[in-house]
């Protein structure tokens, strides 16, 4: 029997109900439950989030050293240009103006409430042809 089982992702913000749309709209994502100080939707995927309201809420500010990053959510995508346009189109900035070397290509945004996230695209590793 499993003892613990994962849950639902929650960030807090000041106003759950637009930042859930950011998210649901992103995402693909539906609504699955709302009270007056909670939202939480699921992806196509499964992944749950939710969104809860705090009115004292300090996103983060990273890459600055005060109030750092707390936590931030890594996207995988398969075109980043067209998911940097859908993010900023739903009211998401970018934080980071360079792509991250190695393997992976990534880049930083915020979403509407200031929380960070990674939007990454996994190149493909099987050995170059010709």
């Known amino acids: 029997m499993t003892l613990v089982m994962a849950g639902v992702?929650?960030?807090d913000c000041a106003e759950p109900e637009k930042l859930a749309v950011f998210y649901r709209e992103l995402l693909g994502a539906e609504e699955t439950d709302a009270t007056a100080n909670r939202v939480e939707?699921?992806?196509?995927d499964g992944m749950r989030m939710a969104f809860r309201r705090d009115t004292n809420a300090t996103p983060p500010s990273w890459p600055r050293p005060?109030?750092?990053l707390?936590?931030?959510?890594?996207?995988?995508?398969?075109?980043?240009?067209?998911?940097?346009?859908?993010?900023?189109g739903?009211?998401?900035r970018p934080l980071e103006a360079k792509d991250a070397a190695g393997p992976f290509e990534e880049r930083?945004?915020?979403?509407?409430a200031g929380h960070s996230f990674t939007l990454r695209?996994?190149?493909?590793?099987g050995p170059k042809q010709g």
């Not at 939707?41 to 196509?44: A, C, T």
């Not at 980043?80 to 346009?85: H, P, Q, T």
């Not at 930083?108 to 509407?112: E, F, I, L, V």
């Not at 695209?121 to 590793?125: G, I, K, V």
């Open 9 to 11: 992702v929650v960030l």
């Open 41 to 44: 939707v699921r992806s196509p």
């Open 66 to 68: 005060e109030n750092s």
């Open 70 to 88: 707390q936590v931030h959510l890594d996207f995988l995508v398969d075109d980043l240009d067209e998911a940097e346009r859908r993010v900023v």
């Open 90 to 92: 739903l009211g998401g």
């Open 108 to 112: 930083g945004y915020a979403d509407p």
């Open 121 to 125: 695209l996994t190149r493909a590793t």
